[in-house]
Nanobody, 123 residues
Framework: QVQLVESGGGTVQAGGSLRLSCAASGHTARNYPLGWFRQAPGKEREFVTAVSVNGGSTFYTDSVKGRFTISRDNAKSTVWLQMNSLTPEDTAVYYC????????????????WGQGTQVTVSS
């Protein structure tokens, strides 16, 4: 069993930055790929980014490439999402996820989820 707890959300002006954190507990957390999804009001949960177990491989949806960076520290059982050059379109609840099976870009492929943290970008 893996528990995920996100933090770091908030309100920021367009062009600003935020850094989200996700603390993973459970002795097997460091053995799983980790990812971030987001869900805006009235929309489906969408893939944002993912990182491999050793952190050597990262994947991003096109809309955040060059602006967002995912990283992880297995010793701290933590994954971060650095978000720069934020726009109002980035406004959503951001969720941390672990242990994908199959297509990692699909929310239904992930086994464990955090409770989410709200990110609001004002224009």
């Amino acid at each position: 069993q893996v528990q995920l707890v996100e933090s770091g959300g908030g309100t920021v002006q367009a062009g600003g930055s935020l850094r989200l954190s996700c603390a993973a507990s459970g002795h097997t957390a460091r053995n799983y790929p980790l990812g971030w999804f987001r869900q805006a009001p009235g929309k489906e949960r969408e893939f944002v980014t993912a990182v491999s177990v050793n952190g050597g491989s990262t994947f991003y949806t096109d809309s955040v490439k060059g602006r967002f960076t995912i990283s992880r520290d297995n010793a701290k059982s933590t994954v971060w999402l650095q978000m720069n050059s934020l726009t109002p379109e980035d406004t959503a609840v951001y969720y941390c996820a672990a242990d994908p099976e199959g297509d990692y870009t699909r929310a239904r492929s992930w086994t464990y989820w955090g409770q989410g943290t709200q990110v609001t970008v004002s224009s």
